[in-house]
């Protein structure tokens, strides 16, 4: 059973004690990166038949496997993903940049451009479940960035990959897509092999070992974060349905074992009911063992003696997901600051955020909501910066930049400065 807990009568670090890890994978990470530098496709196609029951005959997917993938599919599953690919472009169309120039002072100018990514690389994850959604929400903002070329890398079984995964391919415009999975996946798209080509930035979420294999090769390539088990946090009043708020943290606790799951709430006979209704729901998911582990290992139950203690709480999970079920959810929205998407009112479910409303599903995990952020067109740009001076502009500026270069010991940088003010000031 999930465990209850109260602010103030049990000690901070039980309240928010986070899932970790129980095992070091590293080493197996490190020997399969190598692996894949020194050997490339061979090496690929011999973790394929290892871990995906089969090595397939191409390691990309071929045009013909798009078609046959799109024909599998029932045509309203089609629809309903093409309708998730133009709610999700909508939302991160706003998030566009464009570069910026200015003059502060006369004979000065300064700016910024902005640059798309010319390659990136997006992780799939395909395990327990196939999820099209994470294609989406991948490719979609690399796409309105202007990547030059999308390569998506994601497990192929005995050498088909999922026709969801494949359709929402189609429908996002990712480039080309390779049926690996796993560390060695992240490796091939770090260091390019004989068919994998190497990219810039890799994106997308994975279990420990595409975690470690993203920490490793973070240098070589840009990566968007390493992500963790994901999680919610329900805030809730009297007024929330006990029903409802035990079948929203039930949606989290099916991902993972380590997935977490909290309320946190000012209503004692609510945080009794939800943990009673949880027990009921749990018996009747097809993956109940997993939920369950989740749910009695790592769930968690906080009694608050207000809302606003719940909303400090709250920032001080800095959950993935922040659901505010009470009377009037706006009024908190202000005071979320550590989340790294908010779910406001009792129609506003955290699935809805996960396949369909627009906002992108790729989000800061293990409490790193309190510096990090959702996935989004600026992680698929970068910015340069560039700077004019005029000679009247240094000969009025270039003494201070002289006196600070010297005050750092850099006598060289001074003098870079120095000769043209000698020569320039005659």
């Known amino acids: 059973m999930i465990k209850l807990t109260v602010m103030g009568e049990t000690p901070e670090e039980e309240?928010?004690?986070?899932?970790?890890?129980?095992?070091?994978v590293s080493g197996v990470v490190a020997d399969i990166i190598k692996?894949?530098?020194?050997?490339?496709?061979?090496?690929?196609?011999?973790?394929?038949?290892?871990?995906?029951?089969?090595?397939?005959?191409?390691?990309?997917?071929?045009?013909?496997?798009?078609?046959?993938?799109?024909?599998?599919l029932e045509p309203e599953l089609v629809e309903v993903l093409k309708r998730a690919e133009e709610n999700i472009r909508i939302f991160h169309e706003k998030q566009l940049r464009e570069g910026f120039e200015i003059s502060p002072r006369e004979g000065v100018r300064l700016g910024q451009r902005v640059h798309p990514l010319e390659k990136v690389g997006l992780y799939v994850p395909s395990g327990t479940a196939a999820l099209p959604s994470s294609v989406l929400m991948s490719a979609v903002p690399a796409k309105i960035a202007g990547c030059r070329e999308i390569v998506m890398v994601t497990p192929a079984r005995a050498g088909v990959v999922a026709p969801q995964i494949l359709a929402a391919a189609k429908i996002a415009g990712v480039d080309r897509v390779f049926k690996i999975g796993g560390a060695q996946a992240v490796a091939a798209l770090a260091y390019g092999t004989e068919t994998v080509p190497r990219v810039d930035k890799?994106?997308?979420?994975?279990?420990?070992?595409?975690?470690?294999?993203?920490?490793?090769?973070?240098?070589?390539?840009?990566?968007?974060?390493?992500?963790?088990?994901?999680?919610?946090?329900?805030?809730?009043?009297?007024?929330?349905?006990?029903?409802?708020?035990?079948?929203d943290m039930l949606s989290q606790a099916e991902h993972d074992k380590n997935a977490t799951a909290v309320l946190v709430t000012d209503c004692e006979e609510l945080a009794k009911k939800v943990r009673e209704e949880i027990e009921v729901q749990l018996d009747k998911l097809p993956r109940r063992d997993i939920a369950r582990a989740s749910i009695e290992n790592n769930g968690r139950i906080i009694i608050a003696h207000d809302l606003e203690e719940a909303v400090r709480a709250a920032n001080r999970v800095a959950p993935e997901h922040m659901e505010i079920y009470t009377r009037d959810p706006e009024r908190?929205?202000?005071?979320?600051?550590?989340?790294?998407?908010?779910?406001?009112?009792?129609?506003?479910?955290?699935?809805v955020g996960d396949y369909y409303a627009g906002c992108n599903h790729t989000l800061p995990t293990g409490g790193t909501a309190r510096f990090s952020s959702p996935l989004s067109v600026d992680d698929f740009v970068k910015k340069s910066q560039y700077m004019r001076y005029e000679?009247?502009?240094?000969?009025?500026?270039?003494?201070?930049?002289?006196?600070?270069?010297?005050?750092?010991?850099?006598?060289?940088?001074?003098?870079?400065?120095?000769?043209?003010?000698?020569?320039?000031?005659?």
């Open 202 to 247: 890799i994106v997308g979420p994975g279990n420990a070992f595409v975690a470690e294999a993203k920490r490793q090769v973070f240098g070589k390539v840009a990566i968007d974060m390493i992500a963790g088990p994901s999680d919610i946090l329900v805030m809730a009043d009297s007024s929330a349905d006990p029903e409802l708020v035990a079948a």
């Open 391 to 426: 000679p009247e502009a240094l000969l009025r500026e270039g003494a201070d930049i002289a006196l600070f270069a010297h005050s750092e010991g850099l006598d060289a940088h001074a003098a870079s400065v120095e000769r043209r003010l000698e020569r320039w000031g005659k």
């Open 35 to 72: 692996n894949v530098r020194e050997r490339g496709d061979a090496a690929l196609l011999e973790y394929c038949d290892k871990f995906d029951g089969g090595a397939p005959e191409s390691l990309e997917v071929t045009s013909a496997e798009f078609d046959e993938a799109l024909a599998q």
């Open 15 to 24: 309240i928010f004690k986070r899932a970790e890890e129980t095992y070091d």
């Open 332 to 351: 908190w929205l202000d005071k979320v600051v550590n989340a790294g998407s908010v779910f406001l009112g009792s129609a506003t479910p955290e699935p």
